[in-house]
Each structure stands twice: as C-alpha cells, then as structure tokens.
C-alpha cells in the first residue's frame, strides 16, 4: 500500500504531494517544522511538541493553518492512513505562497504539510551501543529555539560526522561551549558524577525527547544540572549521550576518536534509557512544557 500525505486540506499519495514553487518554505525556508515518534501505537510527547510548534509560529509571525484540535485529527489520521505503529510524523507549516519577495506577504494564508513513516520499534538494545561524534564550529543563526526548516548548516555538519565515520556532530560556540548536535541534545556525565545538559535559551533547541528525560529523571531522583558545558569539559566526561525523537537515548562512547571514559556505555546512561522507556509508556512524553527559550 503507497504512502499517504497531507497537503493543504488533501490526502493524497506520498509520491504526488506537492507545493507551490512560489511557497515561501522553497523561497526562504520560510517555515517550521515537527517531528513526532509513534511508539507502539501512540504519539509520544504530544503537548511538548505542540507547545514547541505553537513558540516557532509565533516567533516567526506565521499564523497556524487551523487550530489545534483539527490539527491533531490530520496529524492523527495521517498515522492512521499509513498504519503507523512505530516511527514518524513530521509536519511542516510554512508562511504560504506568494510572489517572491522578501517582506511579509499580505493576506497569505499558511501551508501545511504531513507525513508519517514507519520505523523499526524502539529497541533498547541497539540504543545501547555506543556512537561516535565529532566536534565542529556552531555557524548557525542565533534563534536555534525556533524549529525552523533552515537546516543547512545542520545538514553540512551531519555530512561531516559521516565522513569521520561518526554519527553526530556537536557544535561548539565561540566561547568554547558545546551548543548541540547537528539534530540531537547533547549530554554528558562529568568525572565527578554530575549529569549535565545545555541550559534552555536561543542557543539550542529544546528537545521533546530531553524534556522527558530530565523530568523521568527528576521523578526517580537522580540530580541533574542544566548549564553550558566545554568542549573539555566533554573530552574529559565519564559519559556521554545524546536525546532526540529518533535516537530516543543513545550512549556516546567516543569524541574526536577519544573514547568517553572507559569507551564503554556507562551505567546512568543506561539506567536514563531504561526509566526514559518507562516513562513515555506509563505518561506519553513530557508534562511541563512552558520553557522555549
């Protein structure tokens, strides 16, 4: 059965969606966009992600292309359609189609793309084998908050890490602090045993997937602290990882071909997957989500 897509008020085959070549999204990356895991069936994080979506329209004064309650039965029947029991949604609202200029159109009226895909269920086993990543220069614009489709420099940096061989890249700022990776949020254990994540401003994007780990975190009492941490200060960790909707937890186990402590998955990193599975199956993602920037 072919794939299903959303498109402006239309189902339609995946293979013949389509927008308007004078779509600000292709013009300008005038757009944002949204990632969802399905895990066993259901949406994980969905208010975080809503929330995250609603802070990127209005930073970028693009208006929603419906309300909520009818985006969510388009986001869900579009899993549906594609009978989605694990994997992905990803949706896209861009300013919509007008003549190409630069200036904010008149009357331009949002477009919404979304798709669904399936994925291979969430298999603990395979997140707990250690990746590598590589430390590049952040040449990113400065609203990293805002999920926007402008992922060039993203894209160039991914492209690096699998030229190394590694998975990700972390990208570090011109103080020498790592921001995150080219699309994941980055972790680390530090020598003396505390668990570190980049602190929420314009420097980085709140991940859904990192929301439910610090609070699955905070529920099972282990300690954390949210604040910028150096590329060093990483070399030197006891372990790292990294969040994100489709590497869920993942172990780091090398940085610039170092090994991260003893080169081994470490035993938080291991303990912070198994209560991050616990936690989306018993909850379904985050709670508190009125943090962007």
């Keep these: 059965?072919?794939?299903?897509?959303?498109?402006?008020?239309?189902?339609?085959?995946?293979?013949?969606?389509?927008?308007?070549?004078?779509?600000?999204?292709?013009?300008?990356?005038?757009?944002?966009?949204?990632?969802?895991?399905i895990h066993h069936g259901k949406l994980i994080g969905v208010q975080g992600h809503m929330d995250r979506l609603g802070h990127s329209l209005s930073e970028l004064r693009?208006?929603?292309?419906?309300?909520?309650?009818?985006?969510?039965?388009?986001?869900?029947?579009?899993?549906?359609?594609?009978?989605?029991?694990?994997?992905?949604?990803?949706?896209?609202?861009?300013?919509?189609v007008a003549r190409r200029d630069h200036p904010f159109p008149a009357d331009c009226v949002s477009s919404m793309v979304v798709t669904a895909k399936k994925m291979k269920p969430l298999d603990k086993v395979a997140l707990s084998k250690g990746i590598g990543v590589i430390t590049i220069p952040d040449i990113r614009w400065k609203r990293k908050?805002?999920?926007?489709?402008?992922?060039?420099?993203?894209?160039?940096?991914?492209?690096?890490?699998?030229?190394?061989?590694?998975f990700e890249a972390w990208m570090i700022d011109d103080q020498g602090m790592v921001t995150e990776g080219t699309s994941t949020n980055a972790w680390i254990v530090t020598k003396d045993g505390e668990l570190v994540t980049r602190d929420i401003s314009s420097a980085i994007l709140n991940g859904i997937t990192r929301l439910a780990v610090l609070?699955?975190?905070?529920?099972?009492?282990?300690?954390?602290?949210?604040?910028?941490?150096?590329?060093?200060?990483?070399l030197e960790a006891k372990e790292a990882f990294i969040t994100?909707?489709?590497?869920?937890v993942k172990a780091v186990t090398s940085i610039n071909d170092n090994p991260v402590g003893n080169g081994h998955v470490g035993e938080l990193t291991a303990r912070?997957?198994?209560?991050?599975?616990?936690?989306?199956?018993?909850k379904g993602g985050p709670q508190h989500t009125d943090k962007w920037n």
């Design 1 to 37: 059965m072919s794939r299903i897509a959303y498109v402006n008020g239309q189902y339609v085959p995946h293979s013949e969606g389509a927008v308007h070549i004078e779509d600000r999204g292709y013009q300008f990356a005038d757009g944002v966009y949204e990632v969802f895991a």
């Design 62 to 96: 693009i208006d929603w292309p419906m309300k909520p309650g009818p985006f969510m039965v388009v986001v869900n029947e579009v899993v549906r359609r594609n009978h989605v029991k694990n994997g992905l949604v990803y949706i896209q609202v861009t300013r919509g």
């Design 145 to 166: 908050d805002i999920k926007s489709v402008s992922l060039l420099p993203n894209c160039l940096g991914k492209q690096q890490a699998r030229e190394a061989g590694a």
């Design 215 to 234: 609070e699955a975190a905070k529920e099972a009492g282990v300690s954390f602290s949210e604040r910028p941490f150096s590329e060093q200060e990483a």
């Design 244 to 248: 994100s909707s489709t590497s869920h």
């Design 272 to 282: 912070l997957l198994d209560l991050y599975v616990d936690f989306i199956e018993a």
